[in-house]
C-alpha cells in the first residue's frame, strides 16, 4: 500500500488542521520534484513488492496536473509492481478539478475519487470556510461521472453549528438523491481543533445561538439517523464512520485498519514497516531539501502490537477474528484479553460468536471507552 501526501490546498478550512495550506506554484513545483525522489529513495523499503492500493491525500491533491500524477505513478511502478486492479484513490475538492483533469487522472490509472463535499448546504459550507458550493459540487460530481468514475466516496459532516436532526436527514437525502448515488461515504462529526478558527470561535463564545453545536446526544441522534437511512438505500457500515454499496469498501483505509504495511511519502507521510512506524519530516522546507531525511522512527513492541491490531480491528464492524490473532502473536486472544471481552460483552458492547468479537450498536456508541480498555489490559 502506497500513500501520497500532496500538502497544497488554495485555502485553509476552518476547522482543519492537517498538514496543509496554500503554497505558491514555485513550491508545489519544488515539492514534486521532492516527492519524485522520495519515492525513488525509498520505494525499495516495502517488503511486500506487488502494491493493491494507493492513496493521493491531502491537502487537496486534485490541485495537481494529470501529468503530475502520472510522473508520481510512474516513478512508483518504476520500482514496484502495481496490480491491474489496483485501488488508485484520489481526494478531489469540488471546484479544482474539470472534465480534463478529470479525463486525465483516468488516464494516468486513477480509479476512485473521494470528493470532499462534507455539506450541501451553502450557510454549512460557508461556516466551514469551504472553497466550493452545492452547484460546484455537483458540476464536479457529474464531470467525475461522465469521466468514468464509477467508485465515488463523498466526505460529509456532521454535528455542525447549528446543525439539527432535521437538517442531517435533509443533508443526508440531497447525497441519496444524487443520480447515480456514490458508491461509498465517509461521514464523520465535527471535532474542534486546537488552533483552528472554529476552535477559536467557539473559545470566543460565537458558537452559540443560531450557531449552537449540537449536544452529544444529539450528535449520538444523527449518527443511528444515518446508519439507519443508509442502510435502507443499500449501504453497508462496515466502519464506524465508513459506508459502502457491497464491493466497495475502501481497500486502502480496511488494509489500514488491518494494519497492513504502507509506505507513505510527502511531507509528514507516516509508514508502517514491519514493526517500525515512520514519521516524515512535518517543515515542508526542510522536507524539500532532503525528502530522504528528518524521519523519525519508532520501534514497535509485540504489546504495542497487538493493541493496535485489537482497537484498530474493532474500528471495522466484522470485527476481530481469534483464529488471526492466533496466527499473528502465537497466543489466544483469551489469554490476553479474556477479562476485558468477557466485561464487555456483559456490558453489551461486544459481542462474541466464538470467532470473531465486534461492537454491538451500544459498542459503536462507546467506541472510545471499549477500545481503551484493549490498551490498558494487563498481558496475560
Ligand atoms: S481542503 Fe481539506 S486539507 Fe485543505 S484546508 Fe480544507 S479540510 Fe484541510
Request: aromatic share 10%.
Amino acid at each position: 500500500m502506497l500513500y501520497l501526501h500532496i500538502p497544497f490546498c488554495v485555502k485553509k478550512c476552518r476547522y482543519c488542521d492537517f498538514l496543509s495550506g496554500p503554497y505558491p506554484e514555485e513550491v508545489r513545483k519544488k515539492y514534486l520534484k521532492a516527492l519524485l525522489e522520495e519515492i525513488r529513495c525509498r520505494c525499495g523499503e516495502l517488503s511486500e513488492k506487488t502494491v493493491t492500493s494507493i492513496f493521493f491525500g491531502g491537502g487537496t491533491p486534485s490541485l495537481l496536473e494529470p501529468e503530475e500524477v502520472e510522473a508520481v505513478l510512474g516513478e512508483c511502478r518504476k520500482y514496484l509492481f502495481i496490480r491491474a486492479d489496483a485501488e488508485i484513490t484520489m481526494e478531489c475538492n469540488p471546484g479544482t478539478a474539470d472534465r480534463r483533469k478529470l479525463d486525465g487522472y483516468r488516464e494516468a490509472g486513477v480509479n476512485r475519487l473521494s470528493l470532499g463535499l462534507q455539506s450541501p448546504r451553502e450557510e454549512e459550507l460557508r461556516l466551514l470556510g469551504r472553497i466550493h458550493t452545492w452547484e460546484r459540487f455537483l458540476e464536479t460530481y457529474s464531470q467525475a461521472r461522465e469521466a468514468g468514475f464509477d467508485n465515488v466516496n463523498i466526505d460529509l459532516m456532521s454535528a455542525l453549528p447549528g446543525q439539527d436532526l432535521r437538517k442531517w436527514k435533509e443533508n443526508l437525502g440531497r447525497i441519496l438523491a444524487l443520480d447515480p448515488p456514490p458508491e461509498h461515504l465517509s461521514i464523520y462529526s465535527l471535532i474542534l481543533e486546537e488552533g483552528t478558527e472554529l476552535f477559536e470561535m467557539e473559545r470566543k463564545g460565537l458558537l452559540c445561538g443560531e450557531l449552537a453545536l449540537p449536544s452529544e446526544d444529539e450528535d449520538r441522534e444523527m449518527y443511528h439517523a444515518t446508519a439507519g437511512i443508509l442502510k435502507d438505500y443499500g449501504y453497508q457500515q462496515y466502519e464506524i464512520s465508513n459506508y459502502a454499496r457491497p464491493g466497495y469498501a475502501c481497500r486502502h483505509n480496511c488494509g489500514y485498519w488491518t494494519r497492513r504495511e504502507y509506505l507513505g511519502f510527502g511531507v509528514g507521510a507516516a509508514s508502517l514497516l514491519g514493526e517500525k512506524r515512520f514519521s516524515n519530516e512535518r517543515d515542508i522546507q526542510k522536507y524539500m531539501e532532503d525528502p530522504c531525511a528528518g524521519r523519525q522512527e519508532e520501534v514497535l513492541e509485540t504489546e504495542d502490537i497487538v493493541e493496535e491490531f485489537m482497537f484498530l480491528g474493532l474500528r471495522m464492524t466484522e470485527g476481530v477474528g481469534r483464529k488471526e490473532f492466533r496466527e499473528r502473536f502465537g497466543k489466544s486472544m483469551d489469554e490476553v484479553y479474556g477479562d476485558v471481552i468477557r466485561k464487555n460483552c456483559g456490558d453489551g458492547l461486544l459481542m462474541d460468536d466464538g470467532e470473531r468479537i465486534r461492537l454491538t450498536e451500544r459498542g459503536l456508541d462507546l467506541a472510545n471507552y471499549v477500545m481503551a480498555q484493549f490498551l490498558s489490559r494487563e498481558d496475560g
